[in-house]
């Protein structure tokens, strides 16, 4: 009555094998810890830029204030000259120092953000997650670089319009685009740090108005640094603002600058920037 045993399918046949089959029972091991860093930090990076596309009057206003230091401020000390520029209108001297300026305003208060998050509950939704913290932090500080970089074109445009003198050499202008992104970097970074020292959008408010125009002042992003006072020249050269701005001055009008000194401070100050604001995030979110 039994008949010879059915002979067995082929593994092709079936799509399975050994090792398929073993694919199938035990699902490949997820990535974790620093393997994950860089997908995240894209990922944290879109969904801070999706919310330009339900409000983009942030980038509207913002606008406003550096046209109106190049078509005021700018023009008006190029007509006195008194300020040494080496050789360059004013107007030129100052363009770079404002896509710097531009940048720094839009950064140092994305700590109300995640203030906000954090009281909307966001943020602990967001902790409870495998994503590192330097993940979450990465994403929101180069989102606001992206910020940046928006506002950096409209002062390019603004200024060639007014005739200044920028170079329209692309890696020249890759170049800045990365400075512009480096510099909001650490900058957002101080403001998420602040954020998890004082846990509140009002004290955070009031410290990031207190230091925003010192640290502009502060800088060479106005007049050179040779004619600063001796005390002031001492906080320029460590005031990572300085060095953006030289850098984008090296990079748009060629004049003389130290790039990769300007990187590596850059560089430097974005990477303390993160892990300092990655550490408090927990503090933050209690």
Not at 25 to 36: D, E, H, K, Q, S
Not at 159 to 169: P, S
Request: aromatic residues 8%; positive net charge; charged residues 15%.
């Amino acid at each position: 009555m039994s008949g010879a045993p059915a002979a067995p399918r082929p593994a092709s046949a079936e799509g399975t094998g050994p090792g398929r089959l073993d694919l199938l029972l035990v699902p490949p091991r997820a990535r974790t810890g620093w393997r994950v860093l860089p997908a995240r930090v894209v990922a944290m990076c879109v969904v801070e830029l999706q919310k330009l596309r339900h409000d983009r009057t942030e980038l509207y206003t913002r606008a406003v204030q550096p046209a109106l230091w190049l078509l005021i401020f700018g023009e008006t000390f190029t007509r006195i000259k008194a300020i040494p520029t080496g050789g360059i209108p004013y107007i030129d001297f100052l363009a770079p120092g404002i896509i710097a300026q531009s940048a720094m305003f839009i950064a140092i208060f994305y700590g109300i953000m995640i203030i906000w998050e954090r009281d909307a509950g966001i943020l602990t939704k967001l902790l409870v997650t495998p994503t590192p913290r330097a993940a979450l932090i990465s994403g929101k500080a180069f989102a606001s670089g992206v910020k940046a970089l928006i506002q950096a074109v409209v002062v390019i445009v603004i200024a060639a319009a007014l005739g200044v003198g920028l170079t329209w050499n692309p890696l020249r202008l890759l170049g800045v685009a990365v400075v512009v992104v480096l510099g909001s970097a650490f900058f957002s970074c101080l403001s998420m740090t602040i954020a998890g020292i004082v846990l509140t959008r009002d004290r955070l408010m009031g410290i990031g108005q207190a230091i925003t125009m010192p640290l502009f002042f502060a800088s060479n992003a106005l007049y050179p640094v040779a004619i600063m006072p001796g005390w002031l020249q001492v906080v320029s050269k460590i005031n990572p603002l300085s060095y953006q701005v030289d850098a984008l001055r090296g990079l748009l009008l060629g004049t003389p600058s130290h790039l990769l000194l300007d990187f590596g401070v850059l560089v430097l100050a974005a990477a303390a920037g993160i892990a300092a604001a990655s550490s408090l995030l927990g503090r933050l979110a209690r």
